[in-house]
T-cell receptor
């Protein structure tokens, strides 16, 4: 595996389900990010982990819960989501732990909440 | 509110022409600027980064930065149908603890054969 991988690629879940999205980066980077991309809206940063510590949380509802067990893995735990949470969820990583420099994206998870 | 503005398009150019994509940003004190290409249904792919005023060329792509005018652009020479995609401008703002990139909504480019 190379670059940034994400699983699953597609996910359909009901509002009462609990699921998790997984991201793995194979680039030796120091920072990892979760973004949400909805139709006709800019990419929205959700969470940032730098050197395995959460450093930014952009007013994301508590039904989204991130976890970063080590510098290569990032999870997004989902529970009691709403239909408006349906979107493309993108993971990214960067070498620079301060968030500067170039960010590289995974293929994304297309989430549909029914 | 830090903002990044792009024309949503679509911008249509004939094959072989130069496509010019523009982006303005709201904060004078900005550090880094990036262009991403996103094909429909795919994730953003980094194609150019620029950190100082002037031009930066990479193959058919040229990024231009003018910090005084708060303006960054991307030129694509000899446009190909495979360049048809949405192009996202992203800005890294300075400031302690500022980790995020701020993205524009993107400009959709269509290269007509």
């Amino acid at each position: 595996e190379t670059g940034v991988t994400q699983t699953p690629r597609h996910l359909v879940m009901g509002m009462t389900n609990k699921k998790s999205l997984k991201c793995e980066q194979h680039l030796g980077h120091n920072a990892m990010y979760w973004y949400k991309q909805s139709a006709k809206k800019p990419l929205e940063l959700m969470f940032v982990y730098s050197l395995e510590e959460r450093v930014e949380n952009n007013s994301v509802p508590s039904r989204f819960s991130p976890e970063c067990p080590n510098s290569s893995h990032l999870f997004l735990h989902l529970h009691t989501l709403q239909p408006e949470d349906s979107a493309l969820y993108l993971c990214a990583s960067s070498q620079d732990p301060s968030g500067g420099g170039e960010q590289y994206f995974g293929p994304g998870t297309r989430l549909t909440v029914t | 509110q830090k903002e990044v503005e792009q024309n949503s398009g679509p911008l249509s150019v004939p094959e072989g022409a130069i496509a010019s994509l523009n982006c303005t940003y709201s904060d004078r004190v900005s550090q880094s600027f990036f262009w991403y290409r996103q094909y429909s249904g795919k994730s953003p792919e980094l194609i150019m980064s620029i950190y100082s005023n002037g031009d930066k060329e990479d193959g058919r792509f040229t990024a231009q930065l003018n910090k005084a005018s708060q303006y960054v652009s991307l030129l694509i020479r000899d446009s190909q149908p495979s360049d048809s995609a949405t192009y996202l401008c992203a800005v890294k703002y300075s400031g302690a603890g500022s980790y995020q990139l701020t993205f524009g909504k993107g400009t959709k480019l269509s290269v007509i054969p």
